[in-house]
């Protein structure tokens, strides 16, 4: 079975550091995409990051770049968020998500969209005060 674990979330202060890990079983990263999504209340879901296994690019939402930094251990089969001067606006619950068997890659205006995401972690939030 294809299984996320999203952990690493809490309370931090505005200009503060996080750090998400995203655990895979049932599948390696190789050809496969792992997004991170946030969604704060009343709003919908949001792409922040990508991994893409394929052709090893990564993305990032205007909002976060400069700041959040994905990376990936192999030999852990995890997937890493580090998030840094956090503010109030990046206050949400965290998502992982893969794309299974995409060995062409993910187009740069396609891996925001978390409708083309076939399984998801079960979030963790990260709080951030001011």
């Known amino acids: 079975d294809v299984q996320l674990q999203a952990s690493g979330g809490g309370l931090v202060q505005a200009g503060g550091s996080l750090r998400l890990s995203c655990t895979a079983s049932?599948?390696?990263?190789?050809?496969?995409?792992i997004g991170w999504f946030r969604q704060a209340p009343g709003k919908e879901r949001e792409g922040v990051s990508c991994?893409?296994?394929?052709?090893?690019?990564?993305y990032y939402s205007d909002s976060v770049k400069g700041r959040f930094t994905s990376s990936s251990d192999s030999s852990k089969n995890t997937v890493y968020l580090q998030m840094n001067s956090l503010n109030s606006e990046d206050t949400a619950v965290y998502y992982c998500?893969?794309?299974?068997?995409?060995?062409?890659?993910?187009?740069?205006?396609?891996?925001?969209?978390?409708?083309?995401?076939?399984?998801w972690g079960q979030g963790t939030q990260v709080t951030v005060s001011s």
């Open positions: 998500a893969a794309i299974l068997n995409l060995r062409a890659g993910i187009p740069a205006n396609v891996w925001w969209r978390f409708r083309a995401y076939d399984y």
């Open positions: 991994i893409s296994g394929a052709d090893n690019k990564i």
């Open positions: 049932g599948f390696t990263f190789k050809d496969h995409v």
